[in-house]
């Protein structure tokens, strides 16, 4: 066994500095998700928290400023806050993320298998924490592989989440001599099948429970300033609520588009989720039904701020019922959806 491991991390080395030639055309497909404590206790949760945070492209801030907020503020503060926020949703399988994530690949690596053969290896990664893409990727490699996709698990493209996958990737790449060729997916956000997915959940919600008076459409905000400077993730979210409202033949009174999960006291982008939900039962509006297009997986976010949390504020502001819609996960047309953007934007690579 030792003597085996040894030859494997030979071979991944040579692979990596260039002295192996390999004549395999074996394709990786890298789904990237943004991560998840490994369990819900406040020690696990700093740790995540602390590299999450720290990445530049999330918090924008000058570093020595900021490294002194977030070690001698954020990190003694926001870590026992959100395990007990994360303890409410964690489940037999730990992270509802990482549970969705796993089988969302799995399935995707079953489809795109049966169509391609062994010449297609998916695999997941989470840019922050485990299995990180560094350690994905060279697994991916000592496998044989030749090119690579990265999808990842944001339709709408954000500075702060795909350009950070796309950052976590290259800086792979920068220690390996022999590199494979590589297409980076850059968002899907007005993708037929990904719409289709949406649409036909959202009626599927309405077939099973009373359909609300009106469909908000919650989006992860991001500092206003990022949308300011040129980051197309507001106008994204905008054409896909658009494209989704189209589908399901709503009026414009019908349905709305806000932004949740702020942190901090700079602008973020509006409407706010929270506050919505509290003013729409004074202005009339006395059932919702609630979607989050923007997360592929429902995780925290989803699970614990929108069905809960933001659940609780409606209802309290006098709202009389609140419905969350689940995110696609792992929902066969989803899958579908993932392995036509995939096969699209790189068609040449998954020929049959």
Known sequence: MAKAKANEALSLMRYKRGLTVSTSTRTGVLLVNLGTPEAASTGAVRRYLGEFLHDHRVVELTRWLWCWILHGVVLRIRPKRSAAAYAKIWGDSGSPLMAHTKEMTAQLATLLTTEHGESVHVAMAMRYGEPSVNSVMTHLANEGMSRLVVLPLYPQFSCSTSASVFDAVNDVLKSWRNLPSTHLIRDYHC??????????????HWAKHRRGEKLIMSFHGTPQRYSD???PYYEQCHATAKALADRLALNPDEWMLTFQSRFGKAPWLTPYTDKTLEALPASGTKSVDIICPGFAADCLETLEEIAEENAEIFEKAGGNHFSYIPCLNARQDHIKALSEVIRQDVPGWFAT
Do not use: I
């Not at 993708?191 to 599927?204: F, I, M, R």
């Open 191 to 204: 993708h037929h099948g990904y719409l289709d997915a949406l649409t036909q959940s959202v009626h599927e």
């Open 229 to 231: 400077q040129g980051d």
